[in-house]
């Protein structure tokens, strides 16, 4: 196996145990970290001078609906609800595996271009067994790690998911790919009858998998206290967004390992709620971080972290001169805590905090490095805020598993320019689809 020992950068490992930044040497073999320290000796090791650079983990985009790349921005201007209409009403069922496929493999390039190495893929547009497998090509084609959380377009509330689906992927296709694992992405309590709701979590429950879902706008539904009563809420559940949940449930999932993923572009531009930030925070929790769909913002993970980041600061600073008349005089979120959102907690939510989301030995080897010597970060004098003010320009290298997937600036990718082609001939013919009410401009 390779060693490659990464020389001359200032790293953010997000360990608990190290300073929020220091100079130190990163030794990878293989697929993992082997070392972190200064000077770290490796004479059979190649050498890589990052000097000038910030290494920190891997990013994670908890939450994105890849399948929906090709329609990129179509939706911007659209509310929550011409979304449900437009997109799940009209051109959902109008998807072909192709279509899927490219859209994933796309969409997980853009990820790694971006500095994201793990992807919650939430895809629930798998409307036959070819769908689901063309889905899981693509994202193995772009080398990116990923949960994907297999779903279907909208069903009757009694109707489960489908398990026979969840084996035969664990069997076949998830199960021969050493960066692919398989979670559920499920219709949840909010959207399931209570039966259903326990029934799907239970099933999640015997197979170990990440079960994750969409809530927003209002009380929750029967189905939630069902699932509490059967006590299948854990660390394995994933809720996405949360908006308006009452702070005693939040309370109540927080203590059950429950963890959240909010997408607070999206969220605060289409009418979900309010990012439950701040609700978590107020409890000793976190929430990990998603983009979302590309139809509407861009899929950055370092934009949600900047935008979770200065909403919550805004509300806080709001509420501290509504209580005190005064302004504050320290800030009540902190960039580190952003940083952690899209890192530690991103892991977490998918299920792979012993494995990524931080650099230490023996987690897998998914690194990038921001390039601190550009004009719009220089001079860095604040490795974490330089981190969370880069955009992708910024972004010079992403390793996954040991594996260089962009060198340079440069994505490591064959065929980009067909990839393109495919990618723009799926969205034009999905679009039309839609028909002139969901066209941009005629929202």
Same mark, same amino acid.
């Given at each position: 196996?390779?060693?490659?020992?990464?020389? $001359?950068?200032?790293?953010?490992?997000?360990?608990?145990?190290?300073?929020?930044?220091?100079?130190?040497?990163?030794?990878?073999?293989?697929?993992?970290?082997?070392?972190?320290?200064?000077?770290?000796?490796?004479?059979?090791?190649?050498?890589?001078?990052?000097?000038?650079?910030?290494?920190?983990?891997?990013?994670?985009?908890?939450?994105?609906?890849?399948?929906?790349?090709?329609?990129?921005?179509?939706?911007?201007?659209?509310?929550?609800?011409?979304?449900?209409?437009?997109?799940?009403?009209?051109?959902?069922?109008?998807?072909?595996?192709?279509?899927?496929?490219?859209?994933?493999?796309?969409?997980?390039?853009?990820?790694?271009?971006?500095?994201?190495?793990?992807?919650?893929?939430?895809?629930?547009?798998?409307?036959?067994?070819?769908?689901?497998?063309?889905?899981?090509?693509?994202?193995?084609?772009?080398?990116?790690?990923?949960?994907?959380?297999?779903?279907?377009?909208?069903?009757?509330?009694?109707?489960?998911?489908?398990?026979?689906?969840?084996?035969?992927?664990?069997?076949?296709?998830?199960?021969?790919?050493?960066?692919?694992?398989?979670?559920?992405?499920?219709?949840?309590?909010?959207?399931?009858?209570?039966?259903?709701?326990?029934?799907?979590?239970?099933?999640?429950?015997?197979?170990?998998?990440?079960?994750?879902?969409?809530?927003?706008?209002?009380?929750?539904?029967?189905?939630?206290?069902?699932?509490?009563?059967?006590?299948?809420?854990?660390?394995?559940?994933?809720?996405?967004?949360?908006?308006?949940?009452?702070?005693?449930?939040?309370?109540?999932?927080?203590?059950?390992?429950?963890?959240?993923?909010?997408?607070?572009?999206?969220?605060?531009?289409?009418?979900?709620?309010?990012?439950?930030? $701040?609700?978590?925070?107020?409890?000793?929790?976190?929430?990990?971080?998603?983009?979302?769909?590309?139809?509407?913002?861009?899929?950055?993970?370092?934009?949600?972290?900047?935008?979770?980041?200065?909403?919550?600061?805004?509300?806080?600073?709001?509420?501290?001169?509504?209580?005190?008349?005064?302004?504050?005089?320290?800030?009540?979120?902190?960039?580190?805590?952003?940083?952690?959102?899209?890192?530690?907690?991103?892991?977490?939510?998918?299920?792979?905090?012993?494995?990524?989301?931080?650099?230490?030995?023996?987690?897998?080897?998914?690194?990038?490095?921001?390039?601190?010597?550009?004009?719009?970060?220089?001079?860095?004098?604040?490795?974490?805020?330089?981190?969370?003010?880069?955009?992708?320009?910024?972004?010079?290298?992403?390793?996954?598993?040991?594996?260089?997937?962009?060198?340079?600036?440069?994505?490591?990718?064959?065929?980009?320019?067909?990839?393109?082609?495919?990618?723009?001939?799926?969205?034009?013919?999905?679009?039309?689809?839609?028909?002139?009410?969901?066209?941009?401009?005629?929202?």
């Amino acid at each position: 196996m390779s060693r490659i020992l990464l020389r $001359g950068a200032q790293v953010i490992t997000m360990a608990p145990d190290r300073p929020d930044a220091e100079h130190a040497d990163i030794l990878v073999d293989g697929e993992t970290i082997a070392a972190v320290g200064e000077t770290i000796e490796a004479p059979d090791a190649e050498v890589v001078d990052f000097s000038g650079r910030v290494l920190v983990p891997g990013l994670v985009n908890a939450h994105l609906h890849t399948w929906q790349t090709a329609l990129r921005s179509a939706g911007a201007d659209w509310t929550l609800m011409q979304y449900l209409t437009h997109l799940h009403g009209a051109c959902a069922g109008h998807y072909t595996p192709a279509d899927l496929h490219i859209s994933n493999l796309a969409g997980a390039l853009n990820q790694l271009n971006c500095g994201t190495t793990t992807v919650g893929d939430w895809c629930h547009n798998a409307l036959s067994l070819e769908h689901a497998d063309a889905a899981v090509e693509g994202l193995v084609q772009a080398g990116i790690r990923a949960v994907f959380l297999h779903g279907t377009p909208y069903r009757s509330p009694d109707t489960p998911h489908p398990l026979a689906e969840i084996d035969r992927l664990l069997d076949g296709p998830v199960h021969d790919h050493a960066l692919l694992t398989l979670g559920m992405a499920l219709q949840g309590p909010q959207y399931s009858s209570p039966e259903t709701a326990v029934a799907d979590f239970r099933a999640g429950a015997e197979r170990g998998l990440v079960v994750s879902m969409h809530q927003s706008g209002g009380d929750p539904a029967p189905g939630w206290d069902a699932v509490r009563a059967a006590g299948l809420f854990s660390p394995l559940t994933n809720i996405v967004h949360g908006a308006d949940l009452p702070e005693d449930w939040i309370k109540t999932l927080v203590a059950a390992g429950v963890t959240f993923t909010t997408t607070p572009e999206n969220e605060l531009g289409q009418g979900h709620g309010t990012p439950i930030t $701040g609700s978590l925070l107020s409890l000793g929790a976190a929430p990990s971080l998603g983009t979302d769909i590309d139809t509407a913002v861009p899929g950055t993970v370092l934009t949600a972290a900047r935008i979770a980041l200065a909403h919550q600061r805004s509300l806080d600073h709001a509420h501290h001169r509504q209580t005190t008349g005064a302004y504050a005089n320290t800030p009540s979120v902190t960039g580190k805590q952003a940083l952690a959102w899209a890192t530690v907690e991103g892991a977490k939510a998918l299920g792979l905090a012993d494995k990524v989301g931080r650099i230490e030995a023996g987690m897998q080897a998914d690194l990038v490095a921001v390039d601190a010597r550009a004009l719009n970060l220089w001079p860095a004098h604040d490795p974490i805020a330089t981190v969370l003010h880069a955009d992708i320009a910024n972004i010079e290298a992403v390793m996954v598993a040991g594996t260089w997937r962009k060198r340079d600036h440069a994505l490591l990718a064959s065929g980009l320019d067909e990839t393109k082609d495919r990618l723009r001939e799926s969205g034009e013919r999905l679009l039309r689809s839609i028909g002139p009410a969901g066209s941009p401009g005629n929202t």
